[in-house]
């Protein structure tokens, strides 16, 4: 009777812990960068090219335009991604975009919300792109649950990056 008090306060404590996650980390928040051994002009054209996206992002199956704008603020496309073998449907919305220096992505995919800002800046021939992050469950079981993956969100940002790296400067 005594162990299962002890495994039943374990059990407890661990689900407290769970649920004061997403209480004391309401938003997941990290930072990426790369090099790019290309102009910024180059560099900043061939981030943005919808029409390439699946090149450096692998899980995009489809992407639609749904709305798009002379400055680009307020575009909208859907995009289709598999993760984990489910599809899963997002609409992107460009909030904030400036020539060669910067580009500010909102995603809504279901359960989670996404705030991608890229900043451009040149060292020469060189482009140095670094990436403010902020993820965001939409449920409070997803933000205890957010709360755990910091690194796991990182890692595929960054990868994301070093992918768009490898496509670019392998682009002629």
Known sequence: MKILKIIGGIILLLLVVFLAAGFVVPKVTYETSVTVNKPISETFALFNDMEHLQKWIPEVKSIETMKETPNKIGSQYKMKVVSEGSEVEMVETVIDYKDNELVSLDFDAGDMHKVDTY??????????????????????IMKCMFAF???????IDQGYQNNFKAYAEGHN
């Open 119 to 140: 900043h451009f800046s040149s060292d020469g021939d060189m482009t140095n792109i670094t990436a403010n992050h902020v993820c965001t469950g939409n449920s409070y």
């Open 149 to 155: 993956f910091k690194g796991m969100f990182k890692g």
